[in-house]
């Protein structure tokens, strides 16, 4: 693959590791009364959704197991003006995020090439 899809996969780890942390052994109650946390963990849930969307169509289809669709809902989500569904983030925090890493960890170990930020 290119320098930059290696690069845009460590970024989606990395920001999806650092959800996982923020999160562990936080319920939803817990999550949704901590602006400090909440707000990170937004934050970088954008920095997935971003990510995600520039990554190349060849890659996604290369990817194939994992929810690019998913990720997409999960966008538009965090974009609405009226503020995100409640629902969905915390869908994405305890599904689509650790599911993510799951799959983005076998795909390293049997492609190793698309994680590749050597040209």
Known sequence: MTLLSGTLLGILQNAGEDILILTEGVDPEEF???????REVIRQLRIMT????????????????????????LSA?????????RDAVWFAIRSLVPAT??????????SPKLFSIIP
């Open 77 to 85: 989500q965090l974009m609405m003006s009226s503020g995100f569904d």
């Open 101 to 110: 890493l799951l799959w983005l960890r076998v795909y390293r170990q049997n």
């Open 50 to 73: 971003e990510t995600v969307g520039n990554l190349s169509d060849k890659l996604k289809q290369d990817m194939i197991e994992i929810d690019w669709g998913g990720w997409t809902v």
């Open 32 to 38: 949704f009364a901590s602006n400090i946390t909440q």
